[in-house]
């Protein structure tokens, strides 16, 4: 039997004992339009909606939308990552091995030292008292998230699409070091960015009005919108198979921001 976003819908509602009265109350979502929705009266309900729902149910967009279990290790990487898990796709079995090793004894002691340090600061601050409650144990572990607004019109990352003030989600995503300056997230389309981002992948965004030499980012060139790598005079595929777009050839020219990373797909 193959399940529907509405089966994983009414299959959490069950499990948490949700009504659908108390699920409208929750997502402020009427109710009259709730039901339709999960009696697939609807035919294209509202992403917004759809991402309301998500977080009352304390679930991911892609797990209802996919059926793909939330993976909650890790939801970005950045350049360096990429590189190192390329790096290690060409190793044989024993140079994986001892790789393996080695991450897994350094993040082991990473983790220890972390946590050690966090507790710490909790005690510190709460003058000797620590109150261990579920959203201090998440901070402690490092596990906290935050908001984000994803635009849903998709960034070309290939011939080129209008970016407007267009309409926005917010999501949900991991409070780390890599996601702390992003700004906004904005949807990839085209794979003139293979094989490093590909078509659907969601870019996270630090809001500026230029970048470095080298680095990657959100253009606007006489209207349209690029995701691109910058080199002076030109923006670059990472696709080879594309041609270099040179800036000399266009009127109006503006960087919305830099890409910091992606999301990772789950």
């Keep these: 039997m193959e399940y529907t976003y509405i089966d994983r819908i009414k299959s959490i509602k069950s499990e948490k004992k949700i009504t659908n009265d108390a699920l ?25 909606n759809i991402v309301a729902i998500c977080d009352a149910l304390d679930c991911s967009l892609d797990y209802i939308l996919t059926g793909i279990p939330e ?8 350049e360096s990552e990429m590189t190192l898990i390329e790096s ?29 340090m966090r507790m710490r600061n909790m005690r510190t601050q709460g003058r ?21 607004n994803l635009f849903d019109l998709p960034v070309s990352a290939g011939t080129g699409v209008f970016l407007t003030d267009t309409e926005s989600v917010t999501i949900s995503i991991p409070s780390t070091a890599q996601t702390e300056s992003a700004d906004f997230a904005l949807r990839i389309k085209g794979n003139s960015m293979e094989p ?25 060139l006489d209207g349209d919108g690029y995701f691109k790598k910058y080199e002076g005079d ?5 696709n080879p198979d594309y041609a270099p777009i040179m800036l000399k050839n266009f009127e109006e020219i503006s960087c919305c921001g830099r890409v910091i990373g992606k999301l990772k797909r789950k």
Aim: proline share 2%; net charge neutral.
């Design 234 to 238: 030109r923006l670059i595929s990472l």
């Design 196 to 220: 490093k981002y590909r078509d659907g992948d969601i870019l996270l965004v630090e809001e500026c009005e230029a970048v470095e030499y080298g680095e990657l980012g959100i253009f606007i």
């Design 88 to 116: 290690y796709r060409r190793l044989d079995k024993h140079s994986r091995e001892l790789v393996s090793l080695v991450i897994n004894k350094e993040a082991e002691r990473a983790s220890e030292g972390i946590a050690d």
């Design 128 to 148: 000797g008292a620590v109150i261990l409650t579920r959203e201090s144990m998440k901070q402690a572990a490092g596990l906290g998230k935050r908001k984000i």
């Design 71 to 78: 993976n909650t290790n890790n939801y970005t990487l950045d």
């Design 24 to 48: 409208s109350e929750m997502t402020g979502i009427p109710l009259g339009t709730l039901s339709k929705i999960l009696a697939g009266i609807s035919d294209s309900p509202k992403l917004a």
